[in-house]
């Protein structure tokens, strides 16, 4: 164990393992770097799928000019080997390669040597090899299910059925239906344990509904504060010297796509709000239908206003 921590430490020290800082700012926890697409040097499937799509398609096209740029070179040491191309001319060779690798062939243009065709035969392997590895990249990227869920900027506390209730809402942004819906609360917050240590526990959050058959619209999510409710007792003070954190995470089906789609959110201390409202969002019309104000979901109101 000790020679295996020796090892670490000299890794950690030359970079291989590099620190990992961890910002704390309003209540809420940054992992500095988490996310960034630069990062992932060492793990180039990765990369090209989490790099912008600005840089995919420039990164795409550097890598074909360079490719053949090299085999125009290759085409261009071995001299008059091009058949119908002006002798010396690179940019004859050049646009040879390009008309091999993406198997165009117009017929101008075709080797006459032995030495041409291995390179060309070289060539068109890495073709066939290069669209099959950048096609599925693309589908790849494309195919990849993501869920348009927004969530309030807020939670509240509010008594719900003569007991305290922690609530907050969602919705789905598209117009379609995540199936079989799933919602998970966790609570973290730093603790001292008996024998002195400091730890970042996580506490489940049961919920009243944690899933639902057809997440369409809007989802009212709570939690009730009982004894058995790792927030009882606690107080807004109290959430903030223990840097609490709220994850919430909600997972199902997209009809659409047929796939598993998921979101997630934080909410950091100075994020819930005792004894605040939700401002009802749920309206009626004159003949008895229903509609949804989206424009109110974020919109809170301290309970002694509300009459």
């Avoid at 065709?117 to 693309?138: F, H, R, Y």
């Avoid at 409202?277 to 309206?283: E, L």
Wanted: hydrophobic content about 45%.
């Amino acid at each position: 164990m000790k020679l295996r921590l020796t090892k670490l430490s000299q890794k950690q020290k030359q970079g291989l393992i590099p620190r990992i800082h961890i910002k704390i700012q309003n209540g809420l926890f940054e992992i500095m770097g988490m996310g960034a697409w630069y990062s992932y040097w060492r793990d180039p499937y990765h990369l090209l799928l989490t790099i912008p799509w600005a840089g995919f398609v420039i990164l795409i096209c550097g890598f074909y000019v360079t490719i053949n740029t090299l085999f125009a070179l290759a085409y261009w040491v071995g001299g008059d080997c091009i058949a119908n191309a002006q002798p010396g001319s690179f940019l004859d060779v050049f646009f040879f390669s390009v008309q091999t690798l993406a198997s165009i062939g117009y017929g101008a243009m075709y080797p006459q040597t032995t030495y041409a065709n291995i390179i060309v035969t070289i060539e068109a392997m890495v073709g066939l090899m290069g669209i099959a590895v950048m096609t599925g990249l693309a589908f790849a990227r494309f195919s990849r299910p993501t869920a348009r869920v927004m969530f309030s900027r807020v939670v509240v506390i509010i008594p719900h059925e003569g007991v305290a209730t922690l609530m907050f809402r969602t919705a789905n942004q598209r117009r379609n239906m995540i199936l079989e819906a799933q919602m998970k609360v966790y609570l973290m917050r730093d603790e001292v344990t008996a024998e002195g240590e400091f730890m970042r526990r996580i506490y489940d959050l049961r919920l009243l509904r944690h899933q639902t058959p057809s997440f369409s619209l809007t989802w009212s999510v709570m939690h009730v504060i009982d004894e058995f409710s790792p927030l009882y007792g606690m107080t807004s003070e109290s959430l903030t010297q223990t840097n609490a954190l709220l994850i919430v995470s909600v997972s199902g089906i997209d009809e659409t796509v047929a796939q598993v789609v998921h979101a997630r959110h934080t909410y950091g201390a100075n994020e819930i709000l005792w004894n605040n409202r939700f401002v009802d969002i749920i309206h009626h019309t004159a003949d008895g239908h229903r509609y949804i104000d989206y424009k109110h979901f974020h919109d809170i109101q301290p309970l002694d206003e509300v009459g």
